[in-house]
Each structure stands twice: as C-alpha cells, then as structure tokens.
C-alpha cells in the first residue's frame, strides 16, 4: 500500500510538471491560434496594462471608478478633474464582481478613496468571468488573490493562462514591455479612461430577454459591498446608458434595479438622461465622446445634489 501511495504521488507530480513544462513551451512558442486554452494577451484592448501600470502610482482618491467597460469608456477622469475632483478608473474589458473583487484587494488600501462609482448593468453578474479574469492575469503581476480569482471561476482557460502568467513573472519576460497610448481608434487618458474616436451606431435587431443573476458574481458583489462599508467608503451604483433597443430587450429590469437598490445607492441613467441612439453611441452599449461629455455632467450634477 505503501508503495501503491509512492508511485501515485511520483506519478501526480511528474505528470504535473510535464503538464505545465509542456503548456509553457508550447504556449511561447505557438501562435496563440493554436493555444485556444491559453488567453494570454498583455496590452489587449481596453488598455488595462496602462491602467494597470498608472494605478500603481494613485492614492487618497475622491472617486474610484470600477466596472467593465461602460465604466472604463464610460467615465472621462478629466471632466471630473475640471470639477475638482481626484479620481482614477479601474475598470476593465468584461469585468465581472469577481475580478473587481481582486483589483480592490490589490489597491484599494492605497487608493484610499472617499467614494467608489460602480458600473453595474445584468450583463457583468450573468458571465462567468473567464474573458476578464485572464485581462488581468495578462496585465497585472499575479498573487494569491490570483489563484483564489481561478478557483472561483474554475474553468481551465483561465487555469492555463494562470500558469503561464506566473511562469512569465518569475521570468520577468513583461519587464520590458511598453503598451502605446494609442491604438486603433483608441487613446488611453491618464486617469484609466479610454477616449474612442469609433463612428455612430446604427440600430440593428436585438431579441428580448430575461435577466439572470449568477450567484458566484452576486456573492462577489455582496462582499465588495461589505469591505466597502467595513472601511466607510461610500458606494454609488450606476447602470450607464445603453441605447434604447438594447435596454429594452430585458423582460425583468425592474427586478435587476430592485436588486441594486437592495445594496446601496443606485441611479439608472437610462431613465435618468435622454440621449439619441445614433448620435451619442458608438455602439449598443457604449457612449461615443459626445455621449460620455452628457452623462458624465448629469452624473456630477446629482453627486452634487446629493
């Protein structure tokens, strides 16, 4: 028996290296096409190695922002900048309350803010936050919140990439890289905003659809909601706009507005401010400059009010 337990553990541990000696060399060497367990994309879009980068250098904030990316795209830390006002933007592609959960074990301490501005929406508590976790894995020197994020999500691209992450940290293989400022159609602000200079939307068909909550993303979100009342911070929840057919589509969004007010402050601006589908978005979900520049000042104007 005892022999039986020897080997099986030889085996495990053996088969444990090849395993990752294998997935390293192969992921290094391969195109990512043919890494299709591997998500390993530092500088993606979104610009969350800058962001990442930037935020090691913030602290005592006014406003933190998080969120996906209505956050990031959706919040211009140089409007709230023009009202006085110190702020930074955490947000990230697809972010999900698991990953926001990570970034605030990471670097709330030191930011240190007085408020935090949340962009919440259904689609961030319905996904299983594979896409965003292997965003920061990628972007973000990893630790133990890492590991901790992969077991919550428990899904072996994100076990991979996390592997390869670590490998690539010890290494030090991301030292030297430098993401440029702009990209595309896309320009990283100093401050976590990424300004876009992508065209109008155009309406397309959208099915309707009911809202479901996954309950890993809602005990996340309920534990972000506990550590910022634990260190008085105050926390406003914000569903940013999203034109019109889009919003429309969910069967039960006064169910998800019920559930948002059950946490703490919350605003939807889609039944705040007005906008026009085809002159204030650039797509479905996401403002366009001119969008950004009035549901920024109406947001300002009720955290004034209020």
């Given at each position: ?37 591997v998500y390993y994309n530092i500088g993606g879009g979104g610009h969350m190695f800058s962001r990442l980068s930037e935020v090691k250098n913030q602290e005592d904030l006014d406003v933190l922002f998080l969120g996906a990316s209505s956050a990031y795209r959706g919040f211009d830390t140089r409007i709230f ?226």
């Open positions: 028996m005892k022999k039986f337990i020897l080997r099986l553990f030889l085996f495990v541990n053996l088969a444990g290296f090849f395993y990752i000696t294998s997935l390293v060399v192969w992921t290094l060497s391969a195109p990512s096409m043919f890494n299709p367990n900048s023009d009202f006085g006002l110190r702020t930074f933007n955490l947000g990230s592609s697809s972010q999900t309350p698991i990953q926001t959960k990570v970034l605030l074990k990471r670097y709330l301490e030191k930011l240190n803010p007085k408020a935090v501005i949340f962009a919440v929406n259904p689609a961030i508590f319905n996904m299983d936050g594979v896409e965003s976790s292997c965003d920061i894995i990628a972007n973000d020197k990893n630790d133990l919140n890492s590991l901790k994020m992969a077991l919550r999500i428990n899904n072996i691209k994100t076990y991979n990439t996390l592997i390869y992450g670590f490998t690539r940290d010890f290494m030090g293989l991301n030292t030297s890289f430098n993401e440029p400022v702009t990209k595309g159609p896309d320009k990283y602000v100093s401050g976590g905003f990424v300004e876009t200079e992508r065209g109008f939307y155009q309406p397309t068909q959208i099915e309707e659809k009911e809202i479901s909550i996954n309950p890993n993303q809602l005990k996340s979100f309920t534990k972000i909601v506990q550590m910022l009342e634990s260190k008085n911070i105050e926390l406003i929840l914000v569903y940013a706009p999203i034109v019109k057919d889009e919003y429309r589509m969910y069967n039960n969004i006064g169910y998800f507005d019920s559930l948002m007010m059950s946490y703490s402050k919350y605003y939807n601006f889609n039944e705040i401010v007005s906008l026009n589908d085809t002159l204030h978005y650039y797509d479905a979900r996401h403002l366009n400059q001119n969008g950004v520049s009035l549901f920024n000042a109406k947001l300002i104007e009720i955290i004034y009010e209020k």
